[in-house]
């Protein structure tokens, strides 16, 4: 996931760019240039572009080759990942990073209490925790999905 986020915070700020070249510059940093709805719609668009596209070619990211990780349909390794799949699981991998979000809509991100950022920390990270409370070591997202991450074979130097 860190490897990948080298290339998603990259794309995420070209996203903002140009959300903020079609409504222009603002005069003040406390003034919104982009409503917020459009850029959220318009940030998980762009994930769901991100991996779908990686995940419906070769069923791997760059930073899931680097680790020899391939994302396959549950139960058919053979067959690649569909678009409704990609689409839920990405969906539903931001849901408890969202979630722990929202607390902040009522306390000041910089001055909250400390069990504020304890709840929200742990909300986040649910969604991977999910994986050790069943025996098929699913995430949540490949579950709901009908998708698994597999480990491919090392590969022979020539």
Known sequence: MVYDLFLIIPLLMLTSAVLVW?????ETAT????????????ALAALIA??????????????MQAWRVKLVA????????????????????CLPLLTALLPFIFY?????????YIMAAAIAVSGMLW?????????LHDKLSGTELLQTPKRKKS
């Open 22 to 26: 079609i409504y222009g510059p603002v």
């Open 31 to 42: 003034e919104r240039a982009v409503p917020a709805w459009q850029q959220w719609v318009l």
């Open 50 to 63: 991100f991996f779908g596209i990686f995940w419906r070619q070769q069923g791997q990211t760059l930073g």
């Open 74 to 93: 549950q139960h058919n390794a053979s067959k690649r990942v569909t678009w409704g799949q990609a689409i839920i699981r990405v969906a539903v991998a």
């Open 108 to 116: 000041d991100v910089n001055n909250a209490p400390s069990g504020i």
């Open 131 to 139: 994986r050790f409370t069943n025996t098929s070591r699913h995430y």
